[in-house]
């Protein structure tokens, strides 16, 4: 698990870990979030925004530009006022940023949510967030229709679908109205309370819950990205070259899917939209497009490195890889680079921090034990997890953030907003990590993810980097199972390379020569076909935790 306080104890005064640059920050404007990036994307012109990966849609910046303001407009006209809450359930479609701008540039707060959710889960949506207008991609329309049948009548006001289906409003009739302005301070806009974006936590420690993200939030990364242009030394290379062309297979319901397409937008790059990730689609798209910039998860990268598709394709054009959303090896994070010959960036972030908190990059510099330097309007601090003391360096804790690129609070959701944001604004993430004496941070576990084998912390995240090591092993997850004498014990559910043979009994074996004898794999070891993630990678650990308990019943 790292090293406890107790071990390093001395090492470092307590201290807030912060971005030290050469000039000071620039202040977040004030201002609605859709007027700024349609001011920035105004001068891309006719170059292209969005593309499907098939060739069945297109949107030029021009064409953005035009039809934001209309849409805007006809959501005014179908009677949305500032303040409501629209949900917009998509999968990846080239309309995305159009309807999540429209929405915002009215006033509106979209809120971006998975297709895939079943009605029971819609239902829990609605109920937080008070949505009564939805747009919708066609394959979405019944759960929502199924959702909206159990609340009370006329909850949903209207629904738009964005490809084409007989008998609900088209969401290009929105388009045909005139352009109105944005919702402004003079209107009464408070961009720094107003709610611009609600995406919807994870939920792997409970129901997802709605994260208030303000206007004044969503601009922070952009200005952070002009603040680091201007500190960057001159190259060949800028930054705008890297989001030339965007592969976009991540969700856009997901923080970092909906990041990476408006920071695209931002630096006047073109996203390719591909509704899922295949390994041929992958490497197809990338020489198709010219793709210059990959965004991808650690389990892809795990797939990257050994896949024989890499010389089959001419991936020239990439520039590189970014890997967030879950935690990547430095074994790994160095073995693609190797390979590829790419620079491979991370980050870590929250759905509350609306993106990175810390980041590995060429500009601030690599660890890639760590995941990065603290980005600048962001600071961290970590504290002891039963006592709160603030702790210094190499001092494991909780990891803490605070800065413009913090959430407002959970939607409806007070005792969760509290036990989140303390009455100083620090939000407690619930990672446990430490930082070192150059501001880089190191997650070590998350705090709900421990096991308690007696009295003694197993890292679950501990164990699977171990099992990743094994030849065999291509991935790998552990979680704590009720055990007759020792309260949880460790469980590993491992996926075995094609043509492994490896019984759980020498997997066991292979942990406990390793180490200590509490973190020894008491719970069992099961081999499966494919460990369970959501569409961000992370590992669906309750899922699993569900399946043993079914077993035992």
């Known amino acids: 698990m790292g090293q406890s306080s107790e071990t390093v104890a001395g090492r470092g005064k307590p201290r807030v870990a912060k971005h030290e640059g050469p000039r000071p920050l620039p202040p977040i404007p004030n201002t609605n979030y859709a007027s700024f990036m349609l001011e920035r994307m105004q001068a891309h012109g006719d170059n292209v925004a969005m593309v499907d990966e098939e060739a069945r849609g297109r949107r030029t910046y021009a064409e953005l530009c035009d039809l934001i303001p209309r849409a805007s407009g006809g959501l005014k006209a179908a009677g949305v006022s500032p303040g409501d809450v629209v949900l917009l359930i998509t999968k990846n479609h080239i309309d995305y940023p159009l309807a999540m701008l429209a929405i915002i540039h009215r006033g509106a707060t979209c809120a971006p949510v998975s297709p895939t959710l079943k009605p029971d889960e819609l239902v829990h949506v609605v109920k937080i967030s008070k949505a009564r207008y939805v747009i919708a991609c066609a394959s979405a329309v019944g759960a929502v229709k199924e959702a909206y049948f159990r609340m009370p009548k006329w909850t949903l006001k209207q629904l738009w679908v964005l490809d084409s289906s007989s008998g609900i409003s088209q969401f290009g009739r929105l388009l045909q109205q005139d352009p109105v302005p944005a919702f402004s301070t003079d209107d009464g806009l408070d961009p720094a309370k107003s709610v611009a974006l609600l995406p919807f936590s994870s939920g792997t420690t409970g129901l997802p819950k709605g994260v208030m993200l303000s206007h004044r939030t ?212 619930g990672d446990i990590g430490y930082f070192d004496e150059d501001n880089f941070l190191f997650i070590t576990d998350r705090i709900k993810d421990l096991i308690k084998v007696k009295s003694l912390q197993v890292s679950p995240t501990e164990l699977e980097a171990l099992l990743l090591s094994h030849p065999a092993v291509e991935d790998a997850a552990v979680v704590g199972v009720p055990h007759a004498k020792l309260g949880e014990a460790p469980r590993a559910y491992v996926v075995l390379r094609s043509g492994a043979i490896l019984r759980p009994h020498e997997i066991e074996d292979f942990v406990s020569e390793r180490v200590s004898s509490y973190k020894q794999l008491a719970g069992g070891v099961r081999t499966v076909d494919a460990i369970p993630r959501n569409p961000a990678g992370k590992i669906l650990r309750r899922q699993l935790k569900k399946d043993f308990m079914s077993s035992k019943l």
Not at 235 to 249: S, W
Not at 297 to 308: E, G, H
Not at 320 to 346: C, D, E, H, Q, Y
Request: proline share 7%; hydrophobic share 40%.
């Open 218 to 429: 969503l601009l922070v990364p952009h200005v952070r990205s002009v603040y680091q242009e201007s500190i960057r030394p001159k190259t060949p290379k800028p930054t705008r070259n890297l989001f030339q062309t965007v592969m976009l297979f991540l969700p856009v319901s997901h923080t970092y899917g909906h990041g990476m397409v408006t920071a695209t937008l931002f630096n006047g790059g073109t996203v390719v939209v591909m509704l899922r990730f295949s390994p041929k689609s992958f490497f197809e798209t990338i020489e198709r497009f010219k793709v210059t910039w990959a965004p991808i998860v650690p389990y892809i990268a795990n797939f990257l490195i050994d896949t024989p598709l890499m010389k089959k394709f001419d991936i020239s054009s990439l520039v590189g890889f970014t890997t967030a959303a879950a935690p990547i090896s430095a074994a790994a994070s160095n073995t693609l680079m190797k390979k590829t010959g790419r620079v491979i960036g991370s980050a870590y972030g929250l759905t509350e921090t609306n993106g990175a908190v810390s980041a590995n990059s060429t500009l601030f510099g690599f660890n890639p034990e760590s995941v990065g330097r603290i980005v600048p309007y962001c600071d961290v601090k970590v504290v002891d997890v039963e006592t709160g003391r603030m702790l210094g360096e190499r001092q494991e804790g909780e990891v803490c953030a605070r800065g413009p690129n913090i959430m407002l609070g959970y939607m409806n959701n007070p005792k969760a907003t509290a036990s989140a944001l303390d009455a100083e604004g620090w939000l407690h993430t």
